[in-house]
């Protein structure tokens, strides 16, 4: 299954809930997301059979890698029940989970034991106060770096690090993240601050573009690029010139890579996005309660896909920026 750019649909993002613990600057900001937002009512919410039915027919339709995401994902209850109904299908290559990392130390060896694989942390800063400043809820550093190790005991590796760099904020962060992660040969990924939905105000010249984190991590700690891991990857690849550890940099404003995006996103209450600046969803939910077969589940995710034409890293401008998009924190990263 091939969109009108010729680009197989081989990833799915699962968001399992709209709601997160966190109030990250970048993604959910308290004055946007605070004490009255209208979060999705429960009943709005996938079911898990219902997820592992979507999973099974995207499956189907060739898709061979699962993420789990949110909002924070660990704040859905039980979610090792999902883990489990979905390591069990047939066809499931890869199932991995990304979580802010403030739950993994209790629920590690719990997932793993369901059937999980990988997770990735996103973790912004080593310094407790700028942190704090991005989580916007006082979360420490230790506790996230304690669920690293936790997962990393679990055996739920290779473990990648997000870390989104946002000017002004974390920049001075970049060297003490990557001499921190490379000691313990854990894979740190530097993302650059994203214009995704429009509740962050981001600006361009609050990214910190790709050449410049390189650039001053290869002063100090030379680099070597390396080749994708597969086709479509998001990161491009860097090992240390000494071979100890690697980092990556995921740069959609600076190098788009539109051209082998191979993703769709589901939302918490079932809606199908095709690009993560996606403006309008469509509704998957409903042809899971109202008694379509899984047939006609499996066409209407084939007709989605096969008219995708997304580009917008590519076309970015004042008219795409202008467009209504949905929020990072609804979307799954």
Known sequence: MIDRLGRPLRDLRVSVTDRCNFRCTYCMPREVFGRDFAFLPRADLL?????????????????????????????????ERLVAMLAALPGVQDLTLTTNGSLLAAKADTLR??????????????????????????????????????????????????????????EQSVLPMARHFRERGQILRFIEYMD??????????EVVPAEELLAAIDAELPLVALPPNYPGEVADRWRYRDGDGEVGVIASVTRPFCGDCTRARVTAEGQLFTC??????????????????????????????????????????????????????????
């Open 47 to 79: 079911t898990f059979e219902e997820i592992a039915r979507l999973v099974q027919a995207f499956v189907a339709e060739g898709v061979e890698k699962i993420r789990l995401t949110g909002g924070e994902p660990l704040v859905r209850a039980n979610l």
């Open 113 to 170: 034991a369901a059937g999980l694989r990988r997770v990735t942390v996103s973790l912004d800063s080593l310094d407790d106060a700028v942190f704090a400043r991005m989580n916007d809820v006082g979360f420490p550093v230790a506790a996230v770096l304690e669920g690293i190790e936790a997962a990393a005991a679990a055996g739920l590796g290779p473990i990648k690090v997000n870390m989104v760099v946002r000017r002004g904020l974390n």
């Open 196 to 205: 995704v939905g429009h509740s962050n105000g981001w600006r361009l010249e």
């Open 276 to 333: 993560l600046f996606g403006v309008r969803g469509h509704d998957l939910r409903t042809s899971l309660r109202d008694g379509t077969t899984d047939a006609a589940l499996r066409e209407r995710i084939r007709s989605v896909w096969s008219v995708r034409s997304d580009r917008y890293s590519e076309l970015r401008s004042a008219a795409t920026s202008a467009l209504e998009r949905v929020e990072m924190s609804h979307i799954g990263g």
